[in-house]
């Protein structure tokens, strides 16, 4: 089964610009969550979302959105992009019921670089 | 509010030792328990999880934790480690049937030295 795409996995941008970025989860899992990294702040929760609903949010400003489509995959959405801004974006789903759930598998993720 | 405290940013060790990153937790609710790992340049690896029943829980790569509900805490363990553990390591917590949101420690680097 293959596991957690991101796409693209690297991205320069400027200050300013907007940028989407994509993931697809693991066949059958209907969650997606995004997160951030950077070394000053750790890892830090941007929202989730399940059947195309946006289901926790995290602290983080409207600059940042997402969605889901109907096929569980899900894109993430920075506009007017700050030099904070630059991070690795990772992706994880889960699927909701049995056994697994609660359980999140982690994307390779995205390096975002804002100059 | 959730929080996560990894006892230790750096652990240095030699290559066969015995390995214990510490993780300790707050929350005034149920809670499940992960340790991820992270090598260089890469997304999280989980490594093993507490989500309910025997609180010595065994994951890959020899790692086994322990759940102590009243230390509140889920301390990482390793017999014998080896080069190729190094790497940082994240414990999160994420509250009790909701969902997809985990808490995450600040990390610790483990660097296994020959």
């Known amino acids: 089964k293959a596991g957690v795409t991101q796409t693209p996995r690297y991205l320069i941008k400027t200050r300013g610009q907007q940028v989407t970025l994509s993931c697809s989860p693991i066949s059958g899992h209907r969650s997606v969550s995004w997160y951030q990294q950077t070394p000053g702040q750790g890892l830090q929760f941007l929202f989730e979302y399940f059947s195309e609903t946006q289901r926790n949010k995290g602290n983080f400003p409207g600059r940042f959105s997402g969605r889901q489509f109907s096929n569980s995959r899900s894109e993430m959405n920075v506009s007017t992009l700050e030099l904070g801004d630059s991070a690795l974006y990772l992706c994880?789903?889960?699927?909701?019921?049995?056994?697994?759930?609660?359980?999140?598998?982690f994307g390779p993720g995205t390096r975002l670089l804002v100059l | 509010a959730q929080s996560v405290t990894q006892l230790d940013s750096q652990v240095p060790v030699f290559e066969e030792a015995p390995v214990e990153l510490r993780c300790n937790y707050s929350s005034s609710v149920s809670v499940y328990l992960f340790w991820y790992v992270q090598y260089p340049n890469q997304g999280l690896q989980l490594l093993l999880k507490?989500?309910?029943?025997?609180?010595l829980v065994k994951g890959i790569n020899g790692f086994e934790a322990e759940f102590n509900k009243s230390q509140t805490s889920f301390h990482l363990r390793k017999p014998s480690v080896h080069i190729s553990d190094t790497a940082e390591y994240f414990c999160a917590v994420s509250v009790f049937n909701q969902g997809g949101k985990l808490i995450f420690g600040q990390g610790t680097e483990l660097s296994v030295k020959p």
């Open positions: 507490y989500l309910s029943g025997s609180t």
């Open positions: 994880a789903s889960s699927f909701m019921w049995g056994a697994d759930q609660e359980t999140q598998y």
